[in-house]
């Protein structure tokens, strides 16, 4: 069975910093480009970053770029959101997931940006 | 950057209607689209990718055509299952894109 299980969301003050984690298990994970995707309360799905097969490649939506940093470890099955300067409107659920390769999905970690 | 524009923002049809949802790039992207829906309180789930290709699993009602800009997503006969939110995502550059979303109703 494929799992997907994000963790490491929480409350944080704006400028502060999280690292997400999103473990993973069921398939071969060092085969896939991996995305994280974030959708605010009521509001819709956006693209975040996404990560090559053997973390040699990344690329973020602008709104995140350098602030953000996506990493994986092929040996423990597992990617990473480094996600520095927050902000208010970072605020969101953070899903990771495989896509339109194979729409791996997690269930996402919230993040909140509040003082 | 490339920017993905869904119309209707939202619809309200009765089951067993042809539902036909659209997408247009703000530049061409080839066949580099998927189309996700997110039901109420779920994860979203992959329909059509490669613009016309079907998702293993995914009922034979949706299909998805179009190339270069402009796209198109059709449920032939909707259910009351369907009732989700409907998004297009590009990934056909470093920057990946969702659509704002179609919210599809029952009348």
């Known amino acids: 069975e494929v799992q997907l299980v994000e963790s490491g969301g929480g409350l944080v003050q704006p400028g502060g910093s999280l690292k997400l984690s999103c473990a993973t298990s069921?398939?071969?994970?060092?085969?896939?480009?991996m995305h994280w995707v974030r959708q605010a309360p009521g509001k819709g799905l956006v693209w975040v970053s996404r990560?090559?097969?053997?973390?040699?490649?990344?690329s973020y939506a602008d709104s995140v770029k350098g602030r953000f940093t996506m990493s994986r470890d092929n040996a423990k099955n597992t990617v990473y959101l480094q996600m520095n300067s927050l902000r208010a409107e970072d605020t969101a659920l953070y899903y990771c997931?495989?896509?339109?390769?194979?729409?791996?999905w997690g269930q996402g970690t919230l993040v909140t940006v509040s003082s | 950057d490339i920017q993905l524009t869904q119309s209707p923002s939202s619809l309200s049809a009765s089951v067993g209607d042809r539902v036909t949802i659209t997408c247009r790039a703000s530049q061409g992207i080839s066949n580099y689209l998927a189309w996700y829906h997110q039901k109420p309180g779920k994860v979203p789930k992959l329909l059509i990718y490669g613009a016309s290709t079907l998702q293993s699993g995914v009922p034979s009602r949706f299909s998805g055509s179009g190339s270069g800009t402009d796209f198109t997503l059709t449920i032939s006969s909707l259910q009351p299952e369907d009732v989700a939110t409907y998004y297009c995502?590009?990934?056909?550059?470093?920057?990946?894109?969702f659509g704002q979303g179609t919210k599809v109703e029952i009348k």
């Open positions: 990560i090559k097969t053997d973390g040699s490649y990344t």
């Open positions: 069921g398939f071969t994970f060092s085969n896939y480009w």
């Open positions: 997931t495989s896509l339109y390769t194979s729409d791996y």
């Open positions: 995502q590009k990934y056909n550059s470093a920057l990946e894109t």
